[in-house]
Nanobody, 121 residues
Framework: QVRLVESGGGLVQAGGSLRLSCAAS????????MAWYRQAPGKPRELVAR???????NYADSVKGRFTISRDSAKNTLYLQMNSLKPEDTAVYYC???????????????WGQGTQVTVSS
C-alpha cells in the first residue's frame, strides 16, 4: 500500500519558522497533486496549500505570502516552508496525495498521520 509520513512539526514562537516534510512510500506508480491540510481543535480540516505535478500552486488566503509549498517528485516528498508563524496557525498538519498504486493502477487519496504545529504568542 501507500504510506505518507509527515515530520518537522513542533513548538515555535510567533514570528518563527518551521519546515514540514512528507515522504510517500510503498507501492506507488504515480502521484498527481499533493497538498497540506490542517485541523485546529474544534474546527474542520482545511486546505492550506496544494501543488500539481506541473508545479502549479494554490494557497489558503490566510497563509499567502508566508507559506511555500514545494515537492521533489523524484523522492516522492512534499514540503511546506512556514514563515512568520502566528498563533492561529496552531493545528495538526496533514499531508495528502492523489496516488496511483502499482497493484491496482487505481487512483486514491492518501493521508498521513499528521504532525502537530504549535505557535506560542
Amino acid at each position: 500500500q501507500v504510506r505518507l509520513v509527515e515530520s518537522g512539526g513542533g513548538l515555535v514562537q510567533a514570528g518563527g519558522s518551521l519546515r514540514l516534510s512528507c515522504a510517500a512510500s510503498g507501492s506507488i506508480s504515480s502521484i498527481n497533486a499533493m497538498a497540506w491540510y490542517r485541523q485546529a481543535p474544534g474546527k474542520p480540516r482545511e486546505l492550506v496549500a496544494r501543488i500539481t505535478t506541473g508545479g502549479n500552486t494554490n494557497y489558503a488566503d490566510s497563509v499567502k505570502g508566508r507559506f511555500t509549498i514545494s515537492r521533489d517528485s523524484a523522492k516522492n516528498t512534499l514540503y511546506l516552508q512556514m514563515n512568520s508563524l502566528k498563533p492561529e496557525d496552531t493545528a495538526v498538519y496533514y499531508c495528502n496525495a492523489d496516488t496511483q498504486t502499482i497493484a491496482t493502477m487505481l487512483w486514491n487519496d492518501y493521508w498521513g498521520q499528521g504532525t502537530q504545529v504549535t505557535v506560542s504568542s
